[in-house]
């Protein structure tokens, strides 16, 4: 087993890494006193930037004007960039821009293409996916209200939804909804492409979320579609298909998620460190000095070095056996590096005392938004509940293979 970055890599996350300190974090106290709308334009310049420099697009192939880094490389990157709150955003690789790429390339039209895709990865348009409801359970996505039904040529899209991060000031949308009703539950919905000056496309409103309600691409908003009118050959992919493409989304999507998150808290360490060597509770004593605060850096690196290499193992996994069969590594890291996130963010944000509830370093604001991992992408309890099945299954095949009475032995 080699743990080798090769030196190609070593160079390129080096240029990252560069990219973040140098260029993002100094607008971090800005952006996180004045949100997004202020910021527009400052960032708008750092993502020319990240072309000029080389780094835009890590995740996408080579044809459509990405870098071409595979699963476990663009990882690593995204735990560079995780460091700063913008850093996914300014290189065109954030969520749900990224794995809205990801989905067009692998299922989308020629002309899908030419009018979606091309401007997203060039950056000239944001997009946003449209599934969850309000009335209905995200976690059950195979169960929904929003029907689009044919009528001529077209569909015809009727429903709310919310939570469509970044729907603020999107291009397009990418909306889940019901289009063969009778179909079993898992091939009942289609991904269907609504431009946002559809008639009847609503953006309502931005929900607030922990006292913010965000604007631009770092918002999610309420979105109803009333009697929405789109071509048929907006459909992306199979009509039926949109549960299975949903699936293909997902497992690169919380590859992505989870390296972010280990970002945030290689950040959100080297803040506590750096607090902790620097805040004296009495002369000559710094909180480095206090066991309690050493033992939230040791437990801090070992669970990040450990989140880690999970992560990388379940995206080599990926790579080397496809998502079927790297459903459970996949399942046991989005959970697990969730949890790693929060403790690590609650740690520092302790360290820090009443610096830590301010927004004067990004852990608050990060804590806000990044609890959130634990419900997107399937709640911590689903992922927990469906890989325990999975892992217990030839336990009872065993059982059940026992002869008569040999259980009671
Ligand atoms: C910040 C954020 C961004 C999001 N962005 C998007 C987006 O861009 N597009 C989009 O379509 N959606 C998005 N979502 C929605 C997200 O996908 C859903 O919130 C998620 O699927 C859970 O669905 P729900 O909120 O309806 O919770 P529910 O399905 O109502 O579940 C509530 C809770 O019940 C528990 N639970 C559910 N099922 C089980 C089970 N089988 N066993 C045990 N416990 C269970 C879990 O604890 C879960 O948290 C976003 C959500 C958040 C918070």
Redesign the pocket.
Known sequence: MDFAISEKMQDLLARYRHFVDDELIPLEAEFLLKGMGPMQAAYDAKRERAKELGLWLPQIEKDHGGLGLSLVEHGLVSSELGRTPMGHYTCNCQ??DAGNMEILIQFGTDEQKAKYLEPLVAGEIRS??????PD??????TWMGTVAEKDGDDYVINGK?W????ADGAAFAIV?AVTNPEAPPHLRASQIIVPADTPGFNVDCNTP?MGHRGEGWVS?SEVSYDNVRVPQRNLLGAEGAGFIIAQERLGPGRIHHCMRWLGICERAWQLMCERAVSREVAPDRPLSSRQFVQGWIAESRAEINAARLAVLQAAWMIEKVGQKAARNEVSLIKFHTAKVLMDVLDRAIQVHGALGMTDYTPLAAWWR?ER?G?????????HK?SVAKRLVRPFAEAQAEEPAGAAQN
């Open positions: 969520a749900p946003c996916f449209s599934m969850t409801e209905f359970p995200g976690s059950n996505p939804k939570f469509t991060s970044s889940m979320c999610h938004n959130a634990r419900i997107y992408d399937g709640a911590d309890e689903v509940v």
